[in-house]
């Protein structure tokens, strides 16, 4: 709705009264004076017409607009801080108008508000529930384990180291599922410092490679290192959490990889910036997926994942990890044909 102007609702309003005035002011002169005088009929209407105007124009100023104002201030002071508290004239801006917008935008503010603690809500009710969910299966497995060999297993040679083995083996997925919560939560709550320092980045791939050519080599997988030159690339990151980053994304490339596959990691310095590339040709990622991928505990194919021992936590933290380091992360990849994951890292040149 359009609001109206103040002056123009006290014109339209006096008029109207004024008309009623003289109308009574004309009837009752026709009935002394037994004849209709048209000029004192006019002047009746012009006298009314200006001490009514003035009369609500007063009332409006000072009464009902100092309760609206007030009002308008109150709507204000809930609205976010930041809007500066600038005090508009009562002439320069009608103050419905003012006050009108006032509580709208108010209302968008709020509606915006609770949509986004919908969102957090559900968010932490999905969380807690994978959490659970993804924990009570080496639970079970444990408690399976355990069960049988109280129940006789303990004794049975052919069993019994077999089944403690197995439950070791559930109580480290555990173990990594914890691990990587606490890393996320730090993550996300913005506890974990980063303890940042100068190093040579190619350095640290070599060492990550050779650490993970054994794993590779089961599926028979090559891992590539291409970079331009010998000479270091230095950068100013946290080396752990870098580390994070690399094994996660290459351990990726195993995991999600083909047998005699290929896994090649590419560095490159651009002015400022260094940017490191680890893409496979292993089974690749639908395009629906794609964009889902860095969300906790997501993961394209559940099973896949969880019998490579995968939490769906760790593209998560590699995202974190690098927007703390005020990088830039991205996925590409095609089903079928491989993935490509690109990020970077302010250099130290
Ligand atoms: N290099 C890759 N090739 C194919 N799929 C991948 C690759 N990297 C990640 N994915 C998909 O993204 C999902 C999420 O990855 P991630 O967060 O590392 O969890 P996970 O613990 O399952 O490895 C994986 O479950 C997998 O479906
Ligand atoms: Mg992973």
């Known amino acids: 709705m359009k609001s109206i102007k103040t002056s123009t609702f006290c014109i ?32 009746a209407f012009f006298i009314a017409f200006v001490l009514n105007f003035l ?18 201030h109150l709507v204000k002071s809930i609205q976010a801080k930041e809007i500066p508290n600038t005090e508009i004239q009562l ?11 006032g509580i709208i935008k108010l209302s968008h503010e709020r509606s915006k508000e609770i949509e986004q603690y919908n ?30 060999l109280i ?40 506890t974990l410092e980063l303890d940042t320092e100068t190093y040579d980045l190619v350095q640290q791939i070599k060492d990550i490679i050779e650490s993970l050519e054994l794993i590779a080599a089961k ?13 270091p690339i230095l950068v100013k ?29 590419t560095i490159q310095l651009f002015d400022e910036q260094v940017i490191v590339e680890v893409k496979d040709n292993g089974i690749g990622i639908d395009e629906k997926h794609l964009p889902r991928v860095f969300e906790r505990f997501y993961r394209v194919d559940k099973g896949r994942s969880r019998e490579q021992g995968g939490t769906g936590l760790g593209l998560a933290i590699v995202k974190h990890i690098i927007e703390a380091h005020h990088g830039t992360i991205d996925i590409e990849s095609k089903l079928s044909e491989g993935t490509t994951v690109t990020f970077t890292l302010a250099s130290a040149h």
């Open 91 to 101: 002439e320069e801006v009608d103050s419905i108008e003012r006050l009108e917008k």
């Open 12 to 43: 339209v309003l006096s008029a109207f009264s004024a008309t009623l005035q003289t109308i009574l002011i004309a009837f009752l002169n026709f009935k002394i004076n037994q004849y209709f005088d048209i000029s004192v009929t006019l002047l």
């Open 237 to 265: 990151a946290d080396s752990f959490r870098i580390r994070q980053v690399l094994v996660n994304l290459i351990t990726n490339s195993i995991k999600y990889g083909l047998e005699n596959g290929k896994t090649r990691i």
């Open 151 to 190: 129940d006789g297993g303990i004794h049975d040679s052919t069993i019994n180291m077999d089944y403690l083995k197995k439950a070791d083996k559930s109580i480290d997925r555990m173990i990594k599922i914890v691990d990587d919560l606490e890393t996320i939560s730090q993550l996300e709550v913005g």
């Open 219 to 231: 599926k028979n997988i090559r891992l590539q290192f291409v970079r331009k030159s010998d000479k």
């Open 119 to 148: 969102n957090i809500d559900s968010y932490r009710k999905e969380f807690l529930g994978n959490v659970s969910h993804e924990l009570k299966t080496p639970i079970f497995n444990i408690q399976g384990y355990i069960s049988t």
């Open 55 to 72: 009369i609500l124009y007063f009332i409006f100023r000072n009464f009902l607009y100092a309760k609206i104002d007030k009002l308008y």
